[in-house]
């Protein structure tokens, strides 16, 4: 009698397998979406960094603080745009208010991401920083704008 050579999988093999890279790329998936929020509030991140030192460059050449409205971003202002570029993502709203000639604040955040960024002057004379980054939950942040009292 010959014993016959069994070639290829069983179907239960094969269902395990699938279940496994099924299982796999659903946790790939989750973790790219949290990877794209990442790069998302980072494009936010940048923009208020950009504003920050646009608005720097301002006060250092005449000695006051700007300010500018999303609509009004420096690169589309008139006077302004070759001498404080600014570029960033549609998707990126970042504002800058002049509370005073010597300060402002400003806050960025992306319409994907899920972080606003805030940034305020404290004074010179102050023994803290210039200004301090933070962070906060976008939605929490967006119903309470007010943070940036003119």
Known sequence: ???????????IELLVVVAIIGILASLGVAQYSEYKKYAYDTK?????TQIIA?????????NRYRGFEEDEQPHNSP???AQYPIRWSSDVT?????ITDTTFCAYSF??????AYFFQTT???SSLPHGIITSHEKEDFLDNLS???H
């Open 147 to 149: 943070n940036c009292e």
């Open 44 to 48: 936010a991140l940048s923009a208020l």
């Open 79 to 81: 006077g302004i745009s």
């Open 123 to 125: 004074p010179i004379e």
């Open 110 to 115: 992306h319409s994907k991401g899920s972080l």
């Open 1 to 11: 009698m010959r014993v016959l050579q069994e070639k290829g999988f069983t179907l």
């Open 94 to 98: 970042g504002i800058a208010v002049a």
């Open 54 to 62: 646009t608005e720097e460059v301002h006060y250092v050449d005449s």
